[in-house]
């Protein structure tokens, strides 16, 4: 049941004309011209508007994120409902009619009253519903939770406040354990914070989670969602069950959109955003980043193009604003049923680019590569750790009857992968290395002919156009001073010629024999010290 429930059941057992909301002040019903305040307490707006997105559906709610005015219908028990948003400069206000015969009651109830005092009646004016014990928002507060929605929600947001003020990127909720987060890659328990009770948890995460995926973790033990702290940022949630009870991550979705600038995309790269047709791969292991550099290189197209966009998302992360192009951001679970549904819906929705969260299933490839295929240009992500892989993990999802048919569409269709790891930055935070293959006649051979393993010294021979292996990405972190040399060794997928790398520079390898002493020659006089030399494990 959603939270403003109780308000609702308010309104119709009054008989009043409209439930009136407004950010800083009481909650009061329209008693036909006259207001009645029925909270003691006024709502903020981070409050009010959580409020109502719990019941906006999904255009509506994407409508409250950023800020617009809205009008949506929402059904509850007690009727059907009119809800209508207006964000003003003095705060947020919302105002709930009841739709149907119901309004229909409220309307005819002053003419009924009017009529009956005008024939002399001496009856008695018109009994109000429970008026004896008005369902007042003092009684449902307790459950909304005064000053706050709830206590355990206040709890929560309270959490997911202070991982924001830590720089985490995680935060971890689970029976038994205190609070954790994801510091720089690190799980770190948060001090001075108690043990999670099963009970405590589920109350937890229930306390923000959309009736919609409520359901859906009931029945199935899991589910995704965003959740918005106006004022904090953006979160992408997922609640699961495991052996011990209920469980969650939350991870932190920046407020602002970062430019491909900010991340330092290589100019190679973003010319892939002024493609008419192809397909562009974001790939790498979960937590890598992908969803971050997709976000960048839609803002660039959003800027310098004039484009239709369709984004399929799951849960929607980063809000888009209209900029020179048209943004058409939709959620799977609350706007479509699924990628492939979505994506098969796409191609009659006059898109020029289509982005596709995740490339989950057999059908969703096979859709991406043919939208690709004809004059669409379409960004994906894929969990795969190199270039190579990714093309043989998108072939190896067909049955072998088709690969073939499927190597030649790749082929033609592939125009650029971009498969990236998040590394420590020695004093702090994370930086990408990213291995970026272009679609080049050789390469598209090799994928036609079946011969992936050979793209590799492709891309390490292409360095004038733009490829990078992964492992000179890596080499060119530590010799900027950015990364140490042995989380470096431990992101790369070629090892042993990362190694060799290593030792061609002179730099500390003792790391890749834990029993050997480090060496203890000094730099050579005049020359300044290798990057990440004497450092390893420095943080």
């Known amino acids: 049941m959603a939270q403003l429930d109780r308000f609702l059941a308010a309104l119709v057992s009054h008989r009043a004309s409209a439930l009136m909301l407004g950010s800083d002040v ?228 920046p407020a602002k959109v970062v430019s491909v600038e900010q991340l330092g995309i290589t100019e190679e790269v973003q010319k892939l955003c002024y493609l008419t047709r192809g397909l562009v791969l974001v790939t790498g292991p979960t937590g890598s980043g992908k969803s971050t550099t997709l976000c960048s290189l839609i803002d660039l197209i959003n800027r310098k193009r004039s484009e239709h966009v369709i984004t399929i998302e799951d849960p929607i992360e980063f809000v888009h604003e209209n900029k020179q192009c048209i943004i058409t951001q939709r959620q799977v679970g609350v706007h479509t049923g699924s990628f492939k549904t979505a994506l098969r819906a796409a191609l009659r929705e006059d898109p020029d680019i289509v982005l596709v969260g995740e490339l989950r299933d057999l059908e969703t490839v096979s859709i991406a590569i043919e939208t690709a295929e004809t004059g669409h240009l379409v960004f994906a992500t894929l969990h795969t750790t190199s270039a190579a892989g990714t093309i043989d993990r998108l072939i190896d999802q067909f049955p072998p009857d088709r690969q073939e048919q499927v190597r030649a569409m790749l082929s033609e269709s592939l125009r650029g992968v971009i498969s990236q790891t998040l590394c420590k930055k020695i004093g702090g935070g994370r930086v990408a290395a990213r291995e970026v293959l272009l679609s080049i006649p050789s390469i598209a051979n090799l994928i036609r002919e079946g011969k992936t393993f050979q793209i590799a010294s492709v891309i390490q021979t292409s360095k004038r156009l733009g490829m990078v292996t992964l492992n000179d990405a890596l080499i060119d972190l530590v010799d900027a001073g950015q990364v140490e040399a042995k989380e470096a060794y431990m992101k790369a997928n070629d090892k042993t010629g990362f190694a060799h790398m290593l030792r061609n520079r002179g730099l500390e390898v003792s790391f890749l024999d834990p029993t050997a002493e480090p060496p203890a020659a000094a730099a050579p006089a005049g020359k300044p010290e290798p990057a990440g030399k004497a450092k390893v494990g420095a943080r």
């Open 26 to 253: 009481p909650a009061q019903l329209d008693m036909h011209g006259t207001p009645r305040a029925i909270t003691k307490t006024a709502f903020s707006e981070p409050q009010l508007l959580a409020l109502l997105q719990e019941l906006a559906p999904g255009n509506a709610r994407m409508a409250l994120d950023s800020g617009a005015a809205t009008t949506f219908a929402y059904t509850s028990e007690d009727g059907s409902f009119d809800v209508q948003v207006m964000p003003r400069a003095e705060g947020l206000r919302a105002v709930v009619r009841v739709q149907g015969s119901a309004q229909k009651q409220v309307e005819e109830q002053p003419a009924a009253q009017a009529a009956s005092a005008s024939q002399g009646a001496a009856a008695a004016p018109v009994a109000q519903p429970r008026a004896s014990s008005p369902v007042s928002v003092q009684e449902s507060h307790s459950e909304v939770g005064a000053p706050g929605m709830s206590p355990e929600r206040d709890r929560i947001e309270e959490l997911l406040r202070m991982m924001v003020q830590r720089g985490s990127s995680d935060l971890h909720l689970r029976v038994g354990e205190p609070p954790i987060v994801r510091v720089d890659g690190e799980m770190v328990r948060i001090p001075d914070t108690s043990v999670l009770q099963a009970r405590e948890m589920e109350a937890l995460v229930k306390s923000i989670m959309p009736e919609r995926n409520r359901g859906e973790f009931d029945s199935s033990s899991d589910t995704d969602f965003a959740h918005d702290i106006p004022g904090t940022g953006r979160f992408r949630c997922n609640v699961m069950r495991e052996h011990k009870g209920c469980a969650a991550v939350f991870r932190i979705i």
